[in-house]
Protein backbone atom coordinates (compact mmCIF):
# COMPACT_ATOMS: atom_id res chain seq x y z
CA UNK A 1 0.00 0.00 0.00
CA UNK A 2 1.21 3.35 -0.87
CA UNK A 3 1.66 6.41 0.87
CA UNK A 4 -1.03 9.01 -0.22
CA UNK A 5 0.59 11.91 1.22
CA UNK A 6 -1.55 15.45 2.49
CA UNK A 7 -0.36 18.73 2.38
CA UNK A 8 -2.51 20.02 5.38
CA UNK A 9 -3.07 17.11 7.73
CA UNK A 10 -5.41 19.24 10.33
CA UNK A 11 -8.80 18.15 11.57
CA UNK A 12 -10.54 16.31 9.06
CA UNK A 13 -7.69 14.99 6.90
CA UNK A 14 -5.23 13.50 9.75
CA UNK A 15 -4.36 9.70 8.11
CA UNK A 16 -6.93 10.18 4.70
CA UNK A 17 -9.96 10.57 6.19
CA UNK A 18 -11.30 13.28 4.63
CA UNK A 19 -9.43 11.83 1.40
CA UNK A 20 -11.71 8.27 1.53
CA UNK A 21 -14.91 10.24 2.97
CA UNK A 22 -14.71 12.36 -0.93
CA UNK A 23 -13.88 8.78 -2.26
CA UNK A 24 -17.08 7.51 -0.95
CA UNK A 25 -18.84 10.20 -1.73
CA UNK A 26 -17.91 11.03 -5.28
CA UNK A 27 -17.13 14.53 -3.78
CA UNK A 28 -16.18 17.49 -6.35
CA UNK A 29 -12.10 18.29 -5.70
CA UNK A 30 -13.05 21.87 -5.58
CA UNK A 31 -15.26 21.23 -2.18
CA UNK A 32 -13.86 23.05 0.46
CA UNK A 33 -14.10 21.52 3.89
CA UNK A 34 -15.33 23.88 6.78
CA UNK A 35 -15.59 21.36 9.42
CA UNK A 36 -13.50 20.28 12.28
CA UNK A 37 -13.22 16.35 13.11
CA UNK A 38 -11.64 15.41 16.56
CA UNK A 39 -9.28 12.70 14.75
CA UNK A 40 -7.64 11.14 18.08
CA UNK A 41 -9.25 9.92 22.01
CA UNK A 42 -9.44 12.67 23.83
CA UNK A 43 -9.53 10.60 26.74
CA UNK A 44 -8.86 13.58 29.12
CA UNK A 45 -11.50 15.60 27.90
CA UNK A 46 -13.90 16.68 30.95
CA UNK A 47 -10.87 16.14 33.39
CA UNK A 48 -8.61 18.90 32.17
CA UNK A 49 -11.04 20.91 30.79
CA UNK A 50 -8.82 23.83 29.79
CA UNK A 51 -7.37 21.80 27.12
CA UNK A 52 -11.00 20.72 26.33
CA UNK A 53 -11.89 24.45 25.82
CA UNK A 54 -8.85 25.66 24.00
CA UNK A 55 -9.14 23.03 21.42
CA UNK A 56 -12.54 23.95 20.53
CA UNK A 57 -11.88 27.82 20.50
CA UNK A 58 -9.42 27.32 17.96
CA UNK A 59 -11.86 25.99 15.69
CA UNK A 60 -14.74 27.79 16.71
CA UNK A 61 -15.57 29.66 13.10
CA UNK A 62 -15.99 25.85 12.32
CA UNK A 63 -18.23 23.27 12.96
CA UNK A 64 -16.84 20.38 15.36
CA UNK A 65 -17.51 16.71 15.74
CA UNK A 66 -17.19 15.41 18.94
CA UNK A 67 -17.30 11.74 20.42
CA UNK A 68 -20.37 12.06 22.68
CA UNK A 69 -23.98 13.99 23.96
CA UNK A 70 -21.90 15.23 26.94
CA UNK A 71 -19.30 16.75 25.35
CA UNK A 72 -21.60 18.76 22.72
CA UNK A 73 -24.22 19.74 26.03
CA UNK A 74 -20.73 20.85 27.67
CA UNK A 75 -19.05 22.98 24.94
CA UNK A 76 -23.04 24.34 24.04
CA UNK A 77 -23.26 25.16 27.73
CA UNK A 78 -19.81 27.43 27.42
CA UNK A 79 -21.28 29.48 23.90
CA UNK A 80 -20.09 27.26 21.77
CA UNK A 81 -22.35 26.39 18.68
CA UNK A 82 -22.26 23.85 15.47
CA UNK A 83 -21.04 20.78 17.81
CA UNK A 84 -22.39 17.54 15.97
CA UNK A 85 -21.73 13.98 17.77
CA UNK A 86 -19.82 11.02 15.59
CA UNK A 87 -17.48 8.38 16.88
CA UNK A 88 -13.72 8.79 15.98
CA UNK A 89 -12.42 8.25 12.46
CA UNK A 90 -10.70 5.13 12.89
CA UNK A 91 -14.03 3.60 13.70
CA UNK A 92 -14.95 3.99 10.30
CA UNK A 93 -12.10 2.30 8.84
CA UNK A 94 -12.54 -0.57 11.30
CA UNK A 95 -16.70 -0.73 10.70
CA UNK A 96 -15.35 -1.76 6.98
CA UNK A 97 -17.13 2.13 5.94
CA UNK A 98 -14.70 2.05 2.96
CA UNK A 99 -14.23 -1.48 1.98
CA UNK A 100 -15.72 -0.39 -1.57
CA UNK A 101 -13.64 2.46 -2.31
CA UNK A 102 -10.40 0.61 -1.09
CA UNK A 103 -10.95 -2.30 -3.01
CA UNK A 104 -11.18 -0.20 -6.20
CA UNK A 105 -8.64 1.57 -5.60
CA UNK A 106 -5.69 -1.42 -4.27
CA UNK A 107 -7.71 -4.17 -6.26
CA UNK A 108 -6.82 -6.37 -3.27
CA UNK A 109 -8.65 -7.61 0.21
CA UNK A 110 -9.97 -5.26 2.19
CA UNK A 111 -7.69 -6.32 5.13
CA UNK A 112 -4.26 -7.82 4.69
CA UNK A 113 -4.42 -10.77 7.64
CA UNK A 114 -1.45 -12.32 7.97
CA UNK A 115 -1.09 -15.11 10.36
CA UNK A 116 0.43 -13.95 13.62
CA UNK A 117 2.37 -15.77 16.47
CA UNK A 118 0.33 -16.45 19.42
CA UNK A 119 2.84 -14.66 22.01
CA UNK A 120 3.71 -11.16 19.48
CA UNK A 121 4.12 -8.04 21.04
CA UNK A 122 3.96 -4.74 19.73
CA UNK A 123 5.64 -2.28 21.39
CA UNK A 124 4.15 1.36 21.01
CA UNK A 125 6.21 4.04 23.14
CA UNK A 126 5.18 7.68 23.87
CA UNK A 127 6.34 9.73 20.96
CA UNK A 128 9.08 12.63 21.59
CA UNK A 129 6.97 15.45 23.49
CA UNK A 130 6.58 19.06 22.42
CA UNK A 131 7.79 21.43 24.89
CA UNK A 132 9.80 18.74 26.76
CA UNK A 133 13.88 18.23 27.24
CA UNK A 134 15.74 16.12 24.79
CA UNK A 135 17.99 14.70 27.40
CA UNK A 136 14.86 13.75 29.67
CA UNK A 137 13.22 12.07 26.46
CA UNK A 138 16.09 10.34 25.76
CA UNK A 139 16.68 8.79 28.80
CA UNK A 140 13.10 8.20 29.39
CA UNK A 141 13.11 6.03 26.03
CA UNK A 142 16.50 4.06 26.72
CA UNK A 143 14.78 3.13 30.43
CA UNK A 144 11.74 1.90 28.45
CA UNK A 145 13.71 -0.14 26.01
CA UNK A 146 15.68 -1.68 28.85
CA UNK A 147 12.79 -2.51 30.14
CA UNK A 148 11.16 -4.25 27.27
CA UNK A 149 14.36 -6.24 26.80
CA UNK A 150 13.95 -7.92 29.13
CA UNK A 151 10.94 -9.52 28.45
CA UNK A 152 12.26 -10.97 25.26
CA UNK A 153 12.09 -14.86 26.71
CA UNK A 154 8.08 -14.08 27.05
CA UNK A 155 7.63 -13.50 23.44
CA UNK A 156 8.23 -15.02 20.29
CA UNK A 157 8.51 -11.83 18.50
CA UNK A 158 8.87 -8.48 20.28
CA UNK A 159 8.33 -5.21 17.66
CA UNK A 160 8.83 -1.59 18.57
CA UNK A 161 6.94 0.67 16.45
CA UNK A 162 8.24 4.00 15.60
CA UNK A 163 6.42 6.96 14.26
CA UNK A 164 7.83 8.28 11.24
CA UNK A 165 8.86 12.00 12.87
CA UNK A 166 10.83 10.38 15.73
CA UNK A 167 12.70 7.94 13.51
CA UNK A 168 14.12 10.79 11.74
CA UNK A 169 15.53 12.47 15.16
CA UNK A 170 19.15 11.82 16.55
CA UNK A 171 17.42 10.07 19.64
CA UNK A 172 15.81 6.80 17.72
CA UNK A 173 19.08 6.37 15.54
CA UNK A 174 20.78 6.19 18.70
CA UNK A 175 17.76 3.70 20.23
CA UNK A 176 17.93 1.43 17.07
CA UNK A 177 22.05 1.05 16.62
CA UNK A 178 21.88 -0.15 20.46
CA UNK A 179 18.62 -2.35 20.52
CA UNK A 180 18.41 -5.45 19.10
CA UNK A 181 14.48 -5.08 18.04
CA UNK A 182 12.48 -5.70 15.18
CA UNK A 183 11.98 -1.83 14.43
CA UNK A 184 9.32 -1.06 12.24
CA UNK A 185 7.64 2.33 10.85
CA UNK A 186 4.03 3.86 12.63
CA UNK A 187 1.77 6.11 10.82
CA UNK A 188 1.83 9.65 9.98
CA UNK A 189 -1.15 12.17 9.90
CA UNK A 190 0.50 13.03 6.30
CA UNK A 191 -0.45 9.77 4.82
CA UNK A 192 -3.76 9.67 3.34
CA UNK A 193 -3.82 5.72 3.69
CA UNK A 194 -2.89 6.17 7.80
CA UNK A 195 -5.81 4.06 9.32
CA UNK A 196 -5.80 1.50 6.62
CA UNK A 197 -1.81 0.96 7.38
CA UNK A 198 -2.69 0.92 10.91
CA UNK A 199 -4.61 -1.37 11.18
CA UNK A 200 -2.93 -4.06 9.28
CA UNK A 201 0.35 -3.17 11.67
CA UNK A 202 -2.15 -4.27 14.96
CA UNK A 203 -3.41 -7.31 13.05
CA UNK A 204 0.26 -8.91 13.04
CA UNK A 205 -0.05 -8.94 16.85
CA UNK A 206 -1.95 -10.76 19.42
CA UNK A 207 -0.07 -7.78 22.83
CA UNK A 208 0.39 -4.46 22.18
CA UNK A 209 1.71 -2.50 24.68
CA UNK A 210 2.52 1.41 25.42
CA UNK A 211 4.24 3.25 28.69
CA UNK A 212 1.36 5.87 27.92
CA UNK A 213 -2.52 6.91 27.18
CA UNK A 214 -3.05 8.00 23.86
CA UNK A 215 -5.34 6.84 20.85
CA UNK A 216 -3.68 3.54 19.91
CA UNK A 217 -4.94 2.35 23.29
CA UNK A 218 -8.51 2.37 21.99
CA UNK A 219 -7.68 1.27 18.65
CA UNK A 220 -6.16 -1.74 19.62
CA UNK A 221 -8.42 -2.24 22.67
CA UNK A 222 -11.29 -2.10 19.48
CA UNK A 223 -9.04 -5.04 17.42
CA UNK A 224 -9.38 -6.90 20.15
CA UNK A 225 -5.60 -6.76 21.18
CA UNK A 226 -4.69 -7.51 24.69
CA UNK A 227 -3.70 -4.47 25.71
CA UNK A 228 -1.28 -3.27 28.81
CA UNK A 229 0.38 0.10 29.98
CA UNK A 230 3.78 -1.26 31.62
CA UNK A 231 6.54 1.16 33.05
CA UNK A 232 4.24 4.24 32.90
CA UNK A 233 5.62 7.63 32.26
CA UNK A 234 5.72 9.38 35.91
CA UNK A 235 5.61 12.44 34.29
CA UNK A 236 6.73 15.01 31.38
CA UNK A 237 7.71 18.12 32.02
CA UNK A 238 7.43 21.03 29.62
CA UNK A 239 8.39 24.47 29.16
CA UNK A 240 6.09 27.20 29.43
CA UNK A 241 8.43 29.06 27.67
CA UNK A 242 7.97 27.32 24.62
CA UNK A 243 4.35 27.34 23.74
CA UNK A 244 2.46 30.37 22.62
CA UNK A 245 -1.15 30.82 22.39
CA UNK A 246 -2.90 33.95 21.06
CA UNK A 247 -3.33 37.22 23.15
CA UNK A 248 -7.23 36.61 22.68
CA UNK A 249 -7.49 33.16 24.35
CA UNK A 250 -9.33 32.13 26.78
CA UNK A 251 -7.14 29.75 28.28
CA UNK A 252 -3.40 30.73 29.42
CA UNK A 253 -0.21 28.76 28.15
CA UNK A 254 0.38 28.35 32.06
CA UNK A 255 -3.18 25.95 32.18
CA UNK A 256 -2.55 24.37 28.92
CA UNK A 257 0.98 23.23 30.21
CA UNK A 258 -0.84 21.84 33.87
CA UNK A 259 -3.34 20.24 31.73
CA UNK A 260 -0.85 18.35 29.79
CA UNK A 261 1.30 17.62 32.28
CA UNK A 262 -0.95 16.06 34.28
CA UNK A 263 -2.99 14.43 31.52
CA UNK A 264 0.27 12.23 30.54
CA UNK A 265 1.24 11.86 34.16
CA UNK A 266 1.45 7.82 36.16
CA UNK A 267 -0.89 9.37 38.96
CA UNK A 268 -3.68 10.47 35.89
CA UNK A 269 -3.22 7.02 33.99
CA UNK A 270 -3.35 5.50 38.03
CA UNK A 271 -6.15 7.45 39.28
CA UNK A 272 -8.34 7.01 36.25
CA UNK A 273 -7.36 3.75 34.00
CA UNK A 274 -5.58 1.69 36.50
CA UNK A 275 -7.59 -1.28 34.96
CA UNK A 276 -4.82 -0.67 32.27
CA UNK A 277 -1.92 -0.71 34.28
CA UNK A 278 0.43 -4.44 34.17
CA UNK A 279 3.55 -5.76 35.45
CA UNK A 280 4.33 -7.27 32.39
CA UNK A 281 2.56 -7.35 28.92
CA UNK A 282 2.02 -10.91 28.86
CA UNK A 283 -1.06 -10.07 31.73
CA UNK A 284 -2.55 -7.65 28.85
CA UNK A 285 -6.08 -8.20 28.32
CA UNK A 286 -9.38 -7.49 26.20
CA UNK A 287 -10.98 -4.64 26.52
CA UNK A 288 -13.51 -4.40 23.49
CA UNK A 289 -16.84 -3.76 25.06
CA UNK A 290 -15.02 -0.57 26.53
CA UNK A 291 -13.36 0.25 23.37
CA UNK A 292 -16.59 0.21 21.86
CA UNK A 293 -18.13 2.33 23.92
CA UNK A 294 -15.68 5.07 24.10
CA UNK A 295 -14.58 5.26 19.94
CA UNK A 296 -17.60 7.54 19.97
CA UNK A 297 -21.63 8.02 20.14
CA UNK A 298 -24.14 7.94 17.23
CA UNK A 299 -21.92 4.89 15.16
CA UNK A 300 -25.04 4.13 13.05
CA UNK A 301 -24.84 8.05 11.60
CA UNK A 302 -26.01 7.73 7.90
CA UNK A 303 -24.49 8.45 4.70
CA UNK A 304 -27.09 11.46 3.54
CA UNK A 305 -26.43 12.85 7.61
CA UNK A 306 -22.56 12.76 6.95
CA UNK A 307 -23.11 14.78 3.42
CA UNK A 308 -25.43 17.52 5.39
CA UNK A 309 -22.85 17.68 8.20
CA UNK A 310 -19.87 18.05 6.11
CA UNK A 311 -21.74 20.52 3.84
CA UNK A 312 -20.95 18.32 0.81
CA UNK A 313 -23.59 19.99 -1.25
CA UNK A 314 -23.42 22.69 -3.66
CA UNK A 315 -26.01 25.35 -1.88
CA UNK A 316 -23.95 24.84 0.99
CA UNK A 317 -20.70 25.03 -1.31
CA UNK A 318 -22.24 28.08 -2.86
CA UNK A 319 -23.33 29.78 0.82
CA UNK A 320 -19.76 29.81 2.11
CA UNK A 321 -18.08 31.15 -0.68
CA UNK A 322 -20.44 34.33 -0.69
CA UNK A 323 -19.80 34.61 2.81
CA UNK A 324 -16.11 34.20 2.32
CA UNK A 325 -16.27 36.92 -0.35
CA UNK A 326 -18.12 39.60 1.83
CA UNK A 327 -15.87 38.62 4.83
CA UNK A 328 -12.75 40.80 2.42
Known amino acids: MKTNIINNPSGLKRYGFEFWLRKKFKIPFFFKNYLNWEHGWEFQEFDCQNLTI ?31 VAPYPFYFFFNNFFETEFNNIFGKQYYKKDKFLEASLLVMPNK ?17 LEYIETLKNNFEK ?60 LYAALMKKKFSICMAVEQVS ?7 VPKN ?45 NIGE ?31
Open 128 to 144: IQAFTNKKEQRKRIFNY
Open 54 to 84: YRTWLNRNMKNVVSSKKKKKFLEDLGFDNIY
Open 249 to 293: SPISSKNIIEDLEYSYSKAYLKKNFSFLMKDNPIDGKIYYEWALE
Open 298 to 328: NKSISNSELIEMLDYRYEKQFIKLIKKMFKK
Open 158 to 217: ISICIIPNDKKTEIWADVIEKFDFDFIEGVSPYDGNGYFRLINIFQNYNYVTSDCLGSHV
Open 238 to 244: RNINNIV
